[in-house]
């Protein structure tokens, strides 16, 4: 199974900005077998981005993307604009759910919309904190897994991959606290368990499980050891290429 390295750019650099970053990552990456890196750029840069990348070495993710295809829907990007830019979207995402205020049925919406485009999504969930101090994490992992993939035919899942974000673990979050090696596996498991009872064992062996939450190159290799993770979501980090490039480097050691 391949490992993933996600950079999550969010809403930072401009589209030149990106280029620089683009070229200097090309740079400096060997060409390794079995190991996807993506990078999330904003939306005004990928179509810049996806004429400069060499997507045999790299490979472009949208962070969000609108699950009609055309019409009136003033500001908004769809996926069918998207098709042939970007070969995965980050959907879901808790700055989406949260600040956007998009619940499940949106993005059970979007998720189906990136596959009928040949965009994999890679669905985003995770507990707040207060969800996760009062015991209801495991119910809240299991609605936004479902949730999200509620439209997705069971031949259609092994295109998806889930992202496993606490979101009291993600750096911009205020007063956020890195997430143990047991506390992600406990949920890791929650998430493996959930799609084999779901889809049976067999479509759920097949899922990529990435995690992300304050992923550095000092907690990479505890995190891409954890047994069902299979690659990682990076925010932060993503924007210092040297500590990308560390955490690259990494995630082909744990793989080697
Ligand atoms: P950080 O790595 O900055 O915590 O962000 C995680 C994230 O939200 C990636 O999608």
Redesign the pocket.
């Known amino acids: 199974m391949k490992t993933y390295v996600v950079g ?1 750019w969010k809403l930072n650099f401009t589209v030149g900005e990106a280029s620089i970053y683009l070229h200097k990552l090309s740079k400096s990456l060997p060409n390794y077998r079995n190991l996807e890196v993506v990078v999330a750029p904003s939306m005004l840069a990928l179509q810049p981005l996806s004429l400069q990348v060499d997507r045999r070495r790299i490979k472009l993710a949208a962070q969000d993307g609108f699950y009609r295809d055309y019409g009136a829907y003033t500001g908004e990007v769809s996926f069918s604009q998207l098709r042939g830019l970007a070969d995965y979207a ?1 959907i879901g ?3 989406r759910r949260y600040v956007f205020k998009e619940d499940d049925k949106t993005i059970q919406k979007k998720v189906a919309a990136a596959l009928r485009n040949k965009i994999k999504p890679i669905l ?1 969930i995770g507990e707040i904190e207060s969800e996760r101090a009062f015991g209801e994490t495991a119910d809240v992992i299991k609605d936004q897994l479902l949730g999200g993939l509620a439209e997705v035919a069971d031949d259609n899942l092994s295109k998806v991959i889930i ?1 496993y ?1 606490p979101v009291w ?4 979050v205020k007063g ?1 606290k890195l997430a143990s090696p047991d506390e992600i596996s406990e949920v890791i498991n929650i998430i493996r368990q959930t799609l084999s009872d779901t889809y049976g064992p067999e479509s759920a062996e097949k899922v990529s499980v990435l995690f ?4 550095s190159p000092s907690n990479a290799g505890a995190y891409l050891t954890i047994p069902g993770v299979n690659g990682l ?5 993503s924007l210092i290429l040297h500590e990308f490039i560390d955490i690259i480097e990494i995630a082909k050691k744990v793989q080697a």
């Open positions: 999550n980050i995402h808790s700055e985003c992202a974000e673990a993600i750096s911009s956020a992300g939450g304050s992923v979501l990076v925010g932060g980090a």
